[in-house]
Structure formats: C-alpha cells, structure tokens
C-alpha cells in the first residue's frame, strides 16, 4: 500500500528563530502519537459526531505527559506541527531527540525538527506513550 502524499505546512522561519534563541535544547527524548479518540464530540446540537484525533506528548525517561490536545480530523496535519511548536514554546525547552511510531508524524514534524537541530525518529514502539495510554484507560473505566 501506497503512502499518502501531502504538501507541508509552509514553516514560519522568524518563529523557529525566536524559538531557537528561547528554548534550549535539553538531553531528554518526547514521544509524540496522534490517534482516533475512543469517544465521539459533537459540537453543535443537530450536528453529527465524529471522532476526532488526540495528540499527545511524553517524556520518554520519566513518562511526564507534557501535552495533549483534540485535533478536528479536517485540520489536524497542520494542527499537529502548531501544537508541537505551542508546546515546545510553553515548556520554553526543546527534546534533542522525538520518536514517532507514525511515518506520518515523521512527514509532519521534519520541516520542523530539522530547522531546530532535533534528532526525529521512526520507531517500532513508544514505551512510555503506551503505558501513559494503558493508565489513562484504566482510569476511564
């Protein structure tokens, strides 16, 4: 099967400068996923449903959720870059390295990530990201 193909968001360079001033790189790895959420919103009374995307951030060495946000399954490829650039300038650090599971997180990051000097990788698992997903079902129960 095919990959989808896409065009990327067109990266603000006087942000990631700034970005890159302010935010130091620190020796730690993020694990970022974007998947379907378990439940369905709907907006707007009479509107239809529809299950939207959740994007998450974790510290891989201590497994610290360090965002999450609900992303419309419409806008959510140039969300994904938005709120990884909102998270990165709300923690005033950025990770030396991010593990994705998603060849599609890749694509999504890369124009960012290489920009600011963080190693990007695809991986097999995200350790961390799973237990935190685990704990979070549990509790929903």
């Given amino acids: 099967m095919e ?5 990327a968001e067109p ?11 302010a935010a130091p790189l620190k020796r730690t790895v993020w694990e970022m996923d974007f998947f379907l959420s378990p439940d369905a919103v709907q907006e707007k009374r009479g509107e239809r449903p529809y299950y939207p995307y959740l994007l998450m951030s974790v510290d ?3 497994g610290l959720i360090l965002g999450t946000d609900v992303l419309s399954p419409e806008t959510y490829r140039p969300e994904f870059a938005e709120r990884f650039l909102r998270l990165a300038e709300r923690l005033t650090w950025l990770p030396a390295e991010i593990w994705v599971k998603k060849e ?13 000097g963080i190693r990007l990788y695809l991986v097999d698992e995200l350790e961390a990201m799973e237990e935190v997903r685990a704990a979070l079902g549990r509790f929903m129960r």
Avoid: M, N
């Fill in 3 to 7: 990959r989808e193909e896409f065009a």
């Fill in 104 to 116: 599609e997180a890749l694509d999504l990051l890369e124009p960012i990530t290489s920009r600011l």
């Fill in 60 to 62: 891989h060495g201590s």
């Fill in 11 to 21: 990266v603000d360079e006087l942000r990631l400068a700034r970005l890159r001033k």
